[in-house]
Nanobody, 118 residues
Framework: QVQLLESGGGLVQAGASLTLSCAAS????????MGWFRRAPGKEREFVSR????????YYADAVKGRFTISRDNAKNMVYLQMNSLKPEDTAVYYC???????????WGQGTQVTVSS
C-alpha cells in the first residue's frame, strides 16, 4: 500500500514563499508520476503541477506557471512543491497524488492548508 502525507502548509502574506512536502510510505515512488492538486473553498479540485515518474518532465497549470516548482527525490520517497510570489487566489487545501499508470491518480494524501492573506 502507498500512503501519502503532505506537510508545510500555513498562513502567509501575499508575495511570500512556501514549500510543501509529500512523504510516501509503503513503496518507492520511482515508477509513479506524481502531482499536486488544490481545492479552494466553494471550488472544485484543480490541477496544479505534475512530474513524470522518471523526473525528466514537469507540467504546471497556467495559474502557477513561473511561480511554482515541482521536484522529487525518489531515494527519499519525497515530492516537493516550491511556491513563490503567493497570491490570495492560491489559498486552498493542497493535495499530493500518485499516478502509477499515467492516466489516473490512484493514491491521495489528506491535504495541507495554505492560506495567503492580502
Amino acid at each position: 500500500q502507498v500512503q501519502l502525507l503532505e506537510s508545510g502548509g500555513g498562513l502567509v502574506q501575499a508575495g511570500a514563499s512556501l514549500t510543501l512536502s509529500c512523504a510516501a510510505s509503503g513503496r518507492t515512488l520511482s515508477n509513479y508520476a506524481m502531482g499536486w492538486f488544490r481545492r479552494a473553498p466553494g471550488k472544485e479540485r484543480e490541477f496544479v503541477s505534475r512530474i513524470t515518474w522518471r523526473g525528466e518532465s514537469t507540467y504546471y497549470a497556467d495559474a502557477v506557471k513561473g511561480r511554482f516548482t515541482i521536484s522529487r527525490d525518489n531515494a527519499k520517497n519525497m515530492v516537493y512543491l516550491q511556491m513563490n510570489s503567493l497570491k490570495p487566489e492560491d489559498t486552498a487545501v493542497y493535495y499530493c497524488a500518485a499516478d502509477p499508470f499515467g492516466y489516473d491518480y490512484e493514491y491521495w494524501g489528506q491535504g495541507t492548508q495554505v492560506t495567503v492573506s492580502s
